[in-house]
């Protein structure tokens, strides 16, 4: 899938200001990396420290968090790079932090492109009735505007229908971007893998604001540039996270406009009303030991002894993905995503759950009593966290991840500790104090990075080994599909549509043992709309595919062992030349990246350049990262590792890491092309190591053929040829036992080997399972 992530998602929020990088969805996807001071410092060295007091959104004064104020205020100030970054406004400064005060609610309940609308001008006859009843909230709340993002109460990139309130309001079905109603206008901010997408679905009353394109606003000087001074621009503090909320109140207010939190009621909730869809309630299932690789346990200990190192009591785990490796379980609340809505916190004596009490099964009850796991109501987190900051605990929580409602709940209870009592009762204001072996005295917040983020992304090797029998299994499914789609427009002649492809392909991954479900929507994209990064075909509109056009199919599935994401680009006719040379260039660079080998924690962004060189050579590019962190059994795009030409990631790649290796090619109105496959990281052996370093190199997780008569040869070097036939004898060894008839029939004629010149003698390139004469 195309990567652009999450990182993406919170970088289009805020225009081209914010950083993102990755690759698309479908998967390309975007991962966000945004760089804030105040993160992993050491809050509680004996020296430097002090108390911060931030500026509340309101305008009142609160104490925030316990911050060290000594000259490391910044971990990469003295990154000649990052300080590059930093003034060309790449990476947005991050120095102080806000709060207000909220209540809980449960969030389930009922070339130059400038800025440009985006439909038919006969549709003006018809307003947008949403539109019209939102604007009538925007007067009754008091606000000038509001935003709307993509995200959840957990800042997840895929989200429960419940939560789908952009999608709802603008029409645009889009994993990542951003929409902004006035009283007048109405704008959505997306990245370049939607650039087409919602030009089809937003209808004539909203602006298509390409971010990071010359011309184009971010959302920030959008607002400062169409409200008059003073305005205020409502939010739910529920869907932002607590930094992205602190540095967008900065920004505005700094433009004369101010950002205001509405806690009660999202505005798009009420005028949804009664058709919103309710709340999930999948039962939980137990993660099996042998798939998850650790046991609940040894998590646990391993986060209280960071938990320690740092001075914190409890941490605050909000990322749906983190709370079910924790606790190793899995869940299916959200599409594509094997979570449960939930909460967690970690404190010295076990874990609790925060999740409605209906989807614990019997199974997964004992599962929680054998690990000291207690499980509480899902809304009861907020009045939970008071309890702990009443008796004392520091909480570390990522500000990045925790929501602002979340952030700031702990916020109150911490100044309401330290509040002076009550005249005449004869009790003095407690004292903040600070001691030598750390011990504050009293509640504070830790704002660190989450300690399990990177635990999840280097896989042990029960995960591993659960990714390649997922991933064989999904090579099966996909020659038997594969061979059926040949089959029916080679030799039968006939043309079906992309969404019957979509399901098809689902119906072959059914087969499979242990699939659960698809890890995103399929894009199934024919001719023109495999330009279309993510695209998502629906009936009625889609196309319908035959062998006079390129067909780019990007794909993925959940097992109970693994997580798969995988595209291909084939023709079953004569493809042009154009298309050709595009597709090698693709595949060179594909070849490139996977042949890497890099010192241990090397940032992705280094070897991104691999996989677009050969593009580069062409004039050619595209408009996504080129690889996303994938997880074991988890979310098919996950942190915080990527591999991509923006450098704000600075997370270096390391030995058990899953990336994917997506680079891509896309004429608007024509065609798409894109290759991927998914890697883990492994160590590597080298003559030298220089430094004392480690070296890496990828281990390769997919075995799907490459269509070899699309290529143009010539452009090919003798190594690339080398590496295309050692790839497909590979993919022929381990998926040809799994496979039987057509299919089998199928993988050999597609993993035969090539050369750049035919042999004249019949057999001299023959397969490794049977001399057959070579095929390109």
């Keep these: ?9 919170r970088a289009q929020r805020y225009g081209a200001a914010s950083v993102a990088s990755g690759a698309t969805d479908g998967c390309a996807s975007s991962f966000s990396a945004s760089v804030t001071p105040f993160m992993n410092r050491n809050l509680l060295s004996k020296k430097g420290r002090s108390l911060a007091w931030s500026e509340g959104l309101g305008g009142r004064k609160s104490v925030a968090a316990l911050i060290t104020c ?19 406004n790449s990476i947005r400064r991050l120095e102080s932090r806000r709060g207000f005060s909220t209540s809980f609610r449960c969030q389930c309940a009922p070339e130059q492109v400038a800025a440009k609308p985006t439909s038919k001008k006969d549709d003006k006859k018809d307003p947008d009735k949403k539109l019209a009843a939102f604007r009538e909230l925007l007067t009754k709340a008091g606000v000038d505007a509001y935003i709307i ?9 895929y989200s429960a229908d419940c939560f789908n309130r952009r999608v709802y309001i603008s029409g645009f079905t889009g994993s990542a971007g951003t929409a902004v ?8 901010w997306t990245d370049g893998r939607y650039f087409l997408q919602a030009e089809k679905q937003l209808g004539w009353e909203w602006t298509l604001m390409r971010s990071a394109q010359p011309g184009v606003p971010n959302l920030e000087d959008w607002l400062a540039e169409t409200l008059p001074p003073k305005s205020k621009v409502g939010i739910d503090p529920f869907l932002h996270s607590a930094e992205n909320a602190r540095s967008l109140g900065e920004t505005l207010r700094a433009k004369d406009v101010y950002l205001t939190p509405l806690t009660e009621n999202n505005l798009v909730d009420l005028v949804w009303g009664e058709g919103r869809p309710a709340p999930p309630q999948a039962p939980l299932r137990v993660h099996p030991l042998k798939y998850a690789g650790k046991d609940v346990g040894s998590k646990l200990a391993d986060v209280r002894k960071q938990l320690a190192e740092a001075g914190a009591k409890i941490l ?3 990322m749906l993905d983190e709370v079910a490796w924790l606790l190793n379980i899995r869940g299916g609340d959200v599409p594509h995503c094997p979570v449960a809505i939930a909460y967690a916190v970690v404190d010295d004596k076990g874990a609790r759950l925060y999740v409605e009490p209906e989807k614990v099964t019997p199974e997964v009850a004992e599962h929680f009593d054998s690990e000291n796991v207690t499980v509480r109501p899902y809304t009861a987190l907020l009045g939970d966290l008071a309890e702990y900051a009443a008796a004392g605990a520091v909480a570390m929580m990522d500000p990045e991840r925790v929501s602002a409602a979340v952030f700031k709940s702990y916020q109150d209870a911490v100044d309401k500790y330290y509040e002076p009592k009550k005249k005449g009762d004869g009790k003095k204001k407690k004292a903040k104090k600070g001691s030598e072996d750390g011990d504050l005295g009293g509640p504070a917040i830790i704002s660190r990075s989450s300690p399990i983020t990177a635990a999840k992304a280097i896989k042990n090797e029960g995960e591993l080994e659960g990714m390649r029998q997922a991933h064989l299994r999904d090579a099966a499914a996909l020659a038997n599909f594969w061979a059926w789609l040949e089959n029916l427009i080679v030799d039968e002649r006939k043309s079906i549509s992309e969404v019957e492809i979509a399901e098809k392909l689902e119906g072959f991954r059914k087969e499979q043992s242990g699939f659960l479900d698809t890890s995103f929507d399929t894009i199934a994209g024919a001719g023109p709309n495999g330009a279309v990064i993510h695209y998502r075909a629906e009936e009625g509109t889609c196309r319908t595919l035959d062998s006079s056009q390129l067909f780019l199919l990007d ?4 097992y109970v062992d693994g997580t798969t994401d995988v595209t291909r680009t084939v023709h079953f006719g004569e493809p042009s030349s154009r298309q050709k040379e595009a597709v090698t260039r693709v595949l060179q660079g594909h070849i490139a990246l996977d042949q890497a080998v890099f010192p241990e924690k090397t940032p992705g962004f280094v070897l991104d350049v691999l996989a677009r060189r050969a593009l580069w050579s062409d004039g050619l590019d595209y408009r996504h990262g080129t690889g996303h962190g994938v997880g074991a059994a988890l979310n098919v795009h996950e942190g915080p590792q990527g591999i991509s030409a923006r450098f704000g990631n600075m997370t270096g790649l390391q030995a058990g890491m899953i990336v994917s290796n997506e680079p891509g090619y896309y004429e608007d109105g024509a065609f798409g092309i894109r290759i991927e496959n998914l890697l883990a990281i492994k160590e590597v052996s080298t003559p030298n190591r220089f430094g004392g370093s480690a070296f890496l190199g990828f281990e390769r997780l997919t075995f799907v053929p490459i269509q070899t008569s699309l290529l143009e040869l010539a452009l090919m ?6 590496w295309l036939n050692d790839y497909h004898h590979q993919v022929w060894e381990k998926v040809s036992p799994l496979v039987s008839g057509d299919a089998k029939a199928w993988l050999k004629r597609w993993t035969r080997p090539i050369s750049k010149i035919k042999s004249p003698f019949p057999g001299s390139q023959a397969h490794p399972a049977e001399k057959v004469p070579a095929a390109v």
Excluded at 72 to 80: A, D, F, G, V, W
Excluded at 149 to 157: A, F, I, L, R, T
Excluded at 555 to 558: H, V
Excluded at 717 to 722: D, G, L, M, R, Y
């Design 1 to 9: 899938m195309a990567t652009g992530v999450r990182a993406a998602s």
């Design 70 to 88: 000594s000259k490391q205020s910044s971990i990469l100030s003295h990154s000649p790079t990052l300080k590059h970054a930093f003034q060309t």
């Design 149 to 157: 993002p993509s995200e959840d109460p957990h800042q997840s990139e």
């Design 181 to 188: 109603v006035t009283k007048e206008k109405a704008a959505l």
């Design 316 to 318: 605050v785990v909000t």
């Design 555 to 558: 794909s993925g599935a959940q």
């Design 717 to 722: 070097s003798e190594s690339e040829i080398e």
